[in-house]
């Protein structure tokens, strides 16, 4: 064990929670109790005792548990003083911060002990009444103009992770990023600040005077969410919708109920919070049989599409009918989403004769070319939507994680349920004219030439294996991607014009296929994003291009996956 036993006490006599302090302890009698000086409770200390959780541009995110490198209350304590410093440090005593928080394990107590610590820094603290979605404190930061907004949330992790997201307001910041989450150089400011507290147990913290609003704010977030929906439109959709276990359920039916959509089916399993999520392997909506139970009640009710929201309703995923893939529905991809949602958007901006779309560089091409044909200006953002909502200009956003920003004027984040209301909307107004989503996708296909997208992503235990894999990448690029040699060689660590850096790289063949390859930001993997476009040679089969574009992909994943060597 390198961590010292001197260091254990030191952390477990500083930890607020009996519940930490009793597993810290438990964890140090059993590896002193050991011999042989390599043990599994050694390691599992050395793990814990790494480092101080690292504040960054998401925040805190990371697995529950005692000590310094895990989430907890001394951890979240020595954040929120952080955070208060800094706030101090910008707009002076009397600063107010909007707290809100999922259904995860730990989640309420960390919003509460969020709230004490600001308090007792002599900063104003609004308390959300319940465990309520992201977009609902996005949305109040900037309706409520507070100074910065905490949401505590792990988004879609496994059910042992929690986090703590960070957004700024306008006495902070003065530019499009108001309400938006932080970016450099605040994370490092507030991070520098969380450095200098000292232990948890002596950070001050109130025991009341902290204000837990009432649901104005929830009921005027709805209200701007129905406000984004045309009174006059067919509303008798029947929707399956879930929330996956998350806390997003009760919002998002109200919301379409607001604007007409009634006939809708929650799945009974996943429709109430639990941070176990034991339906699924992983709450996320993208993944493989996540959305099993969903499109089961789908079929049974013969609906005309399945809506879905990850666990803090950030994030928003659909099905629609389909006869020609097995099973008869079709789950969309983040870009297919994307896509129609710009171009339901640039419908409405070009007759505006104004407005932005915005995509992260690692999300499909195709909104650059839908943006244009609408006359529109496109902008290309790094990963994530702390960028992407700092676009001037900008009317909607997306990235190819399913998160879409379709309203920044009121929240400038991703939202889960107000891009399941356009959604929704989307889909009865094709059913009107006799079309479907299935078809829109075909007609862009048709305009903008066919963009198949993919991902590989490999998940490692020993994060040395992704920058020893990038290392390699950079000192011997491929030369060929399925069949075509790849003509540009991006390093986007080195920055451009458009781009600040990032660690990532970007290859460009002959035949325009792209893959881009990148550390994700907020789990332990390697992340390769994969396009293809195909023009469609015959436009009464369109379907003939898919498959010539799926079978062009496989190759390029397969010369990828080699080329990454993990």
């Known amino acids: 064990m390198k961590t010292t036993a001197a260091e254990v006490r030191a952390w477990i006599d500083a930890d607020p929670d009996p519940a930490t302090r009793a597993e810290l302890t438990i964890l140090l009698e059993r590896a002193e109790a050991e011999q042989d000086g390599v043990t599994a409770a050694g390691a599992e200390l050395d793990s814990r005792f790494a480092g101080l959780l690292q504040f960054g541009t998401a925040g805190l995110r990371g697995a529950l548990g005692g000590g310094p490198s895990r989430m907890n209350r001394a951890v979240v304590i020595t954040a929120a003083a952080g955070l208060s410093a800094f706030l101090t440090d910008r707009v002076g005593a009397g600063f107010t911060v909007a707290i809100g928080y999922d259904a995860r394990h730990g989640s309420a107590q960390f919003a509460t002990d969020t709230a004490a610590v600001v308090t007792a820094a002599g900063g104003r603290a609004l308390l959300l009444p319940a465990p309520l979605p992201t977009p609902v404190l996005a949305f109040a930061v900037r309706h409520l103009g507070t100074d910065a907004g905490v949401m505590v949330t792990a988004s879609h992790n496994p059910p042992q992770d929690n986090g703590?997201?960070?957004?700024?307001?306008?006495?902070?910041?003065?530019?499009?990023?108001?309400?938006?989450?932080?970016?450099?150089?605040?994370?490092?400011?507030?991070?520098?600040?969380?450095?200098?507290?000292?232990?948890?147990?002596?950070?001050?913290?109130?025991?009341?005077?902290?204000?837990?609003?009432?649901?104005?704010?929830?009921?005027?977030?709805?209200?701007?969410?129905?406000?984004?929906?045309p009174a006059r439109h067919t509303r008798g959709l029947r929707l399956v919708y879930t929330p996956l276990h998350g806390v997003g359920g009760a919002t998002a039916v109200e919301a379409l109920r607001r604007v007409g959509f009634t006939d809708v089916h929650v799945v009974a399993k996943q429709a109430d919070p639990d941070p176990d999520f034991p339906t699924v392997a992983f709450p996320n909506p993208e993944e493989p049989g996540a959305l099993d139970l969903a499109l089961e009640l789908a079929r049974a009710v013969d609906a005309d599409l399945v809506l879905a929201n990850d666990p803090d309703a950030d994030r928003c995923t659909m099905a629609a009918p389909d006869p020609s893939v097995p099973g008869g529905w079709r789950q969309l991809t983040g870009d297919e989403i994307g896509a129609l949602l710009g171009a339901q958007t640039g419908v409405a901006a070009a007759m505006a004769g104004r407005g932005v779309l915005a995509s992260s560089v690692v999300s499909s091409r195709l909104l650059e070319r839908v943006a244009r044909s609408h006359g529109l200006e496109h902008r290309t953002t790094l990963t994530g939507f702390k960028w992407i909502a700092r676009t001037e200009g900008l009317v909607f956003g997306y990235e190819e994680?399913?998160?879409?920003?379709?309203?920044?004027?009121?929240?400038?984040?991703?939202?889960?349920?107000?891009?399941?209301?356009?959604?929704?909307?989307?889909?009865?107004?094709?059913?009107?004219?006799?079309?479907?989503?299935?078809?829109?996708?075909?007609?862009?296909?048709?305009?903008?030439?066919?963009?198949?997208?993919?991902?590989?992503?490999?998940?490692?235990?020993?994060?040395?294996?992704?920058?020893?894999?990038?290392?390699?990448?950079?000192?011997?690029?491929?030369?060929?991607?399925?069949?075509?040699?790849?003509?540009?060689?991006?390093?986007?660590?080195?920055?451009?014009?458009?781009?600040?850096?990032?660690?990532?790289?970007?290859?460009?063949?002959?035949?325009?296929?792209?893959?881009?390859?990148?550390?994700?930001g907020t789990e332990p993997k390697l992340k390769c994003y994969l396009e293809v476009v195909v023009p469609v040679a015959d436009p009464a089969d369109v379907a003939a291009t898919r498959r010539i574009a799926a079978a062009r992909i496989e190759r390029l994943r397969a010369d990828v996956a080699a080329a990454v060597g993990l």
């Open 164 to 229: 703590y997201k960070v957004y700024l307001g306008g006495r902070v910041v003065t530019d499009a990023g108001q309400g938006a989450q932080i970016v450099p150089p605040f994370d490092a400011e507030i991070a520098a600040r969380i450095a200098a507290v000292g232990p948890a147990n002596a950070v001050p913290r109130a025991e009341s005077g902290w204000e837990v609003l009432g649901d104005d704010v929830r009921e005027a977030y709805l209200r701007r969410a129905a406000s984004l929906i």
């Open 401 to 520: 994680a399913i998160g879409y920003c379709v309203d920044p004027q009121a929240v400038r984040d991703k939202d889960g349920i107000t891009a399941a209301l356009r959604l929704a909307y989307m889909a009865a107004q094709l059913r009107d004219v006799g079309s479907s989503v299935p078809e829109m996708l075909d007609d862009l296909a048709r305009r903008h030439g066919l963009h198949a997208t993919n991902q590989l992503a490999v998940r490692v235990a020993d994060l040395s294996l992704i920058s020893d894999a990038m290392a390699r990448l950079r000192a011997a690029a491929p030369t060929s991607l399925a069949g075509s040699p790849v003509v540009t060689v991006t390093d986007l660590s080195a920055g451009s014009a458009e781009l600040p850096p990032t660690d990532g790289l970007l290859y460009l063949t002959a035949q325009n296929d792209r893959v881009i390859i990148r550390p994700s």
